[in-house]
């Protein structure tokens, strides 16, 4: 059954620098999506991305996150300057239309 | 209040009983409505997914929607160690993902 795949695993960086988290989406999907959960807290909506642009995101998706589709099989995630509060799971998700999402076993990023 | 409510357990039952675990939901909007599972350390997998109101069955797995008491249920049958994890359901009205906290299911042998 196709997937949804992370890179990587787990992510370590010092605060303030810049990481990039990669998601393969499943290949017929046109909809796609990041998630993140801070340990032992809910899972929560971060943006959506849709025909080449942002069709939904949070309040927490402020300045400092951006998402790129740069070819036909990547949706990255770049967080441009790390604070501590931004270690978590994040997880990427894609959908087709009209369908539930499926998500990636999720990259685990610390911040230090 | 909260649109998705969502007791988040722990819920322990001995091994073979039947599992109840429930949401209930406050936007009649919503259209969508899915339970996820998820192990520690893991990404959220989809179990069940429902449109509309009424019973869906999936082998051990059977999802419940009433949309006039805006109340979701996931049944599990036989219960096994195995399905010890924390179960989330979630619902869709446009293009985002509303969470409940999800339950922390315990199945003993």
């Known amino acids: 059954e196709p997937e949804v795949t992370q890179t990587p695993s787990h992510q370590v960086t010092q605060m303030g620098q810049e990481v990039i988290l990669r998601c393969v989406p499943i290949?017929?999907?046109?909809?796609f999506y990041w998630y993140r959960q801070i340990l032992g807290q809910k899972v929560e909506f971060l943006v959506s991305?849709?025909?080449?642009?942002?069709?939904?995101k949070s309040e927490i998706f402020d300045d400092q996150f951006s998402v790129e589709r740069p070819d036909g099989s990547n949706f990255t995630l770049k967080i441009r300057s790390t604070k501590l509060e931004d270690s978590a799971m994040y997880f990427c998700?894609?959908?087709?239309?009209?369908?539930?999402?499926?998500f990636g076993n999720g990259t685990r990023l610390t911040v230090t | 209040q909260k649109e998705v409510e969502q007791d988040p357990g722990p819920l322990s039952v001995p091994e073979g009983a039947i599992v109840s675990l429930n949401c209930t939901y406050s936007?009649?909007?919503?259209?969508?409505f899915m339970w996820y599972r998820q192990y520690s350390r893991k990404g959220p997998e989809l179990l069940m997914y429902?449109?509309s109101s009424g019973n869906k069955e999936d082998g051990r797995f059977t999802a419940q929607v009433d949309k006039s008491s805006k109340y979701i249920s996931l049944f599990i049958r036989d219960s096994q160690p195995s399905d010890s994890a924390t179960y989330l359901c979630?619902?869709?009205?446009?293009?985002?993902?509303?969470w409940g906290a999800g339950t922390k299911l315990i199945i003993k042998p």
């Open positions: 998700a894609s959908s087709g239309e009209g369908q539930p999402l499926h």
């Open positions: 290949s017929n999907h046109l909809y």
């Open positions: 991305f849709y025909n080449n642009e942002i069709s939904e």
């Open positions: 936007n009649s909007a919503f259209q969508y």
């Open positions: 429902t449109y």
């Open positions: 979630a619902m869709m009205g446009n293009y985002q993902l509303i």
